[in-house]
T-cell receptor
Framework: GIQVEQSPPDLILQEGANSTLRCNFS?????LQWFHQNPWGQLINLFY???GTKQNGRLSATTVATERYSLLYISSSQTTDSGVYFC????????????FGGGTRVLVKP | DADVTQTPRNRITKTGKRIMLECSQT?????MYWYRQDPGLGLRLIYY???????NKGEISDGYSVSRQAQAKFSLSLESAIPNQTALYFC??????????????FGPGTRLTVL
């Protein structure tokens, strides 16, 4: 099956800082999603982005499908951005079954 | 109201007990999924269903069973719970005809503890 690796595993930011999270995957995909898991455990959809670039407020994402990676950018970070960010992909014979990466744990300090 | 709901939200049970977790959705999606998340890890797929008559095993289906009672309802059962099934369980839905091909939407999760 598809392998998904996220980096870095942990990130500590000062409020107001910018950061980039990376997701590498091992095969072609037809679905790539970024999620934010808040401290209460809820998974929040951030982006559906199997290719291209999208922006939503202070967050943006870029997927370069031909090179098998995706980047999530957080600008002007806030304490509410703390939590775990997951990349999940699906593709090939696996169809719509999402495979999750191990996540990047982000802590934004005031 | 939330589009994908899960009940119960928290459950503590004992080894050997039968447990059912329920998922309901108002998104009108045909496809539904059950995942589990262990502490510090990503989610793993337990079972998925493309429609009421279609049930498929995921990567970690041993010890679990499911029932798709209607398009909107998908239940996960632990026939005889064991401590290593302690985890956070998520239900998800998707629509292959939607704007995002099979973009999945998740419920709030059920935190299950097996003593």
């Amino acid at each position: 099956g598809i392998q998904v690796e996220q980096s870095p595993p942990d990130l500590i930011l000062q409020e107001g800082a910018n950061s980039t999270l990376r997701c590498n995957f091992s095969d072609s995909v037809n679905n790539l999603q970024w999620f934010h898991q808040n401290p209460w455990g809820q998974l929040i959809n951030l982006f559906y982005i199997p290719s291209g670039t999208k922006q939503n407020g202070r967050l943006s994402a870029t997927t370069v499908a031909t090179e098998r990676y995706s980047l999530l950018y957080i600008s002007s970070s806030q304490t509410t951005d703390s939590g775990v960010y997951f990349c999940a992909v699906a593709g090939g014979a696996a169809g719509n079954k999402l495979t999750f990466g191990g996540g990047t744990r982000v802590l934004v300090k005031p | 109201d939330a589009d994908v709901t899960q009940t119960p939200r928290n459950r503590i049970t004992k080894t050997g007990k039968r447990i059912m977790l329920e998922c309901s959705q108002t998104k009108g999606h045909d496809r539904m999924y059950w995942y589990r998340q262990d502490p510090g890890l990503g989610l793993r797929l337990i079972y998925y269903s493309f429609d009421v008559k279609d049930i498929n095993k995921g990567e970690i289906s041993d010890g679990y069973s499911v029932s798709r009672q209607a398009q909107a309802k998908f239940s996960l059962s632990l026939e005889s719970a064991i401590p290593n099934q302690t985890a956070l369980y998520f239900c998800a839905t998707s629509d292959p005809q939607g704007q995002g091909f099979n973009e999945q939407f998740f419920g709030p999760g059920t935190r299950l503890t097996v003593l």
